[in-house]
């Protein structure tokens, strides 16, 4: 059974940092690429970064470049996301997901990240 | 970088009634390989997106056969053809053709009269 569990998520402050983990089972975690997703009222679903199987390639959207660092620890099945200078607009449902045949086959449950002062 | 449009923003149906949903992009989503990488999602209140459909028509595993998806180069559709009360959600076309930056509609709110 494939399982995505998602944490970190907070209220912050703005400028403040957080580190968002996904812990994955049920599928060859080091065979896959993974990515970032978040979710607002205002923009809806967003693609924020992903990264290969290896951590080799990595993409970040312009709106988090320079601020967001996307790893992962193939000995622990496990995808990070650290959000340095965290802004307002920042606030979302964030997603962690399997892109897959450039699709996406499996969503975390999602972690809410609240930047307000 | 490709924007996906949806139409309409939201779709009151009668249960039973079929549903449309379309979904343009700004640009062709036909691959260099031949293959037109166009999911659908339904996220239900209070839960994750799922894919029903991949590559324009191809339903996921579990998916019931109301849900059918069609298009070609920049003109997609989700038809759901005969809507239930579980169908009651957001639903999102996706395009994976042009990497890195993939791209959401959207979305589109489909509720009961």
């Known amino acids: 059974q494939v399982q995505l569990v998602q944490s970190g998520g907070a209220l912050v402050k703005p400028g403040e940092s957080l580190r968002l983990s996904c812990a994955i089972s049920?599928?060859?975690?080091?065979?896959?690429?993974m990515s970032w997703i978040r979710q607002t009222p205002g923009k809806g679903l967003e693609w924020i970064s992903y990264i290969s199987e290896s951590g080799d390639k990595i993409w970040y959207a312009d709106s988090v470049k320079g601020r967001f660092t996307i790893s992962r620890d193939n000995g622990k099945n496990s995808l990070y996301l650290q959000m340095n200078s965290l802004r307002a607009e920042d606030t979302a449902m964030y997603y962690c997901a399997r892109p897959r045949f450039s699709s996406i086959d499996y969503w975390g449950q999602g972690t809410l990240v609240t930047v307000s002062s | 970088d490709v924007v996906m449009t949806q139409s309409p923003l939201s779709l009151p149906v009668t249960l039973g009634q079929p549903a449309s949903i379309s979904c343009t992009s700004s640009?062709?989503?036909?691959?260099?390989?031949?293959?037109?990488?166009l999911s659908w999602f339904q996220q239900r209140p209070g839960q994750s997106p799922r894919r029903l459909i991949y590559r324009v028509s191809n339903r996921d595993s579990g998916v019931p056969d109301r849900f059918s998806g069609s298009g070609s180069g920049t003109d997609f559709s989700l038809t759901i053809s005969r809507v239930e009360a579980e169908d009651v959600g957001v639903y999102y076309c996706f395009q994976g053709t042009h990497w890195p930056a993939l791209a959401f509609g959207g979305g589109t709110k489909v509720e009961i009269k």
């Open positions: 640009q062709s989503l036909v691959h260099r390989d031949g293959n037109t990488y």
């Open positions: 049920g599928f060859t975690f080091s065979g896959s690429f």
